[in-house]
């Protein structure tokens, strides 16, 4: 059993109730205004860059977040839609200070959680400078399909169970809409993923072979 001051965060909230939306449904759209925590479900989560709703991440089960209520110096312009049907407990801004105030663990935990996706955010923003554009659109579908996917371990594959638009991954890996549709199709050729507007299922495997094979086939 983990010590007190290496408990989850999940571990150290108080208890609060439930409560449910559905697809395409805003779980907040002007900010976040306490820390959420999602027992089920996918959401999709946008942050406002020069005046447009810019794709940021995407959280399933056992994430929390909204940690940017914290911040009473800058408003931070964001908004977490539901890709499905999403569970969750909300606790408001004054509950998460208290929490902060009473219990050093729990305050330990938050930056632990902060600093954790602050570290994620730089190793998404390095790839861009280190790695080629097909490398970093795998890199990208791994990332999506390892938090948020469903294994099958029957063929070794892994399913994304939700609509990923060309624009959203071209969003993330800073290209353009059209080279990730090209840049999808040669990853289809070679059966290393199949797609349609309800999903994505991704081969691993076969994700690591270099692209120019399937263009040369």
Not at 132 to 148: F, G
Not at 193 to 205: D, E, H, K, L, N
Request: charged letters at 20%.
């Amino acid at each position: 059993m983990p010590t007190t001051s290496h408990l989850e965060l999940e571990d150290l909230l108080t208890v609060a109730s439930t409560a449910t939306l559905e697809k395409k449904d805003y779980l907040y759209y002007n900010g976040s205004s306490g820390l959420v925590h999602l027992h089920e479900g996918v959401v999709r989560v946008y942050r406002t860059c020069h005046e447009r709703m810019v794709h940021v991440d995407f959280y399933g089960p056992g994430s929390t977040f909204g940690e940017s209520c914290l911040d009473s110096q800058h408003h931070v312009e964001s908004a977490v839609v539901c890709t499905d049907r999403a569970v969750f407990s909300q606790w408001p801004k004054q509950v998460v200070v208290a929490m902060i105030a009473g219990k050093p663990e729990f305050c330990a935990a938050l930056l632990r959680m902060t600093s954790a996706r602050s570290q994620q955010i730089f190793e998404r923003l390095a790839l861009a400078y280190c790695v080629k554009l097909d490398e970093h659109l795998v890199a990208a579908l791994l990332d999506i399909a390892n938090r948020v996917g469903i294994v099958n371990d029957a063929d070794q594959s892994i399913l994304i169970p939700f609509a990923v638009t060309h624009e959203v991954l071209a969003s993330m890996i800073g290209t353009t809409r059209e080279i990730v549709t090209a840049k999808m199709g040669e990853l289809r050729r070679k059966g290393a993923v199949s797609f349609s507007r309800q999903s994505i299922r991704i081969w691993p495997a076969a994700m690591q072979q270099p692209m120019r094979k399937a263009v040369a086939a």
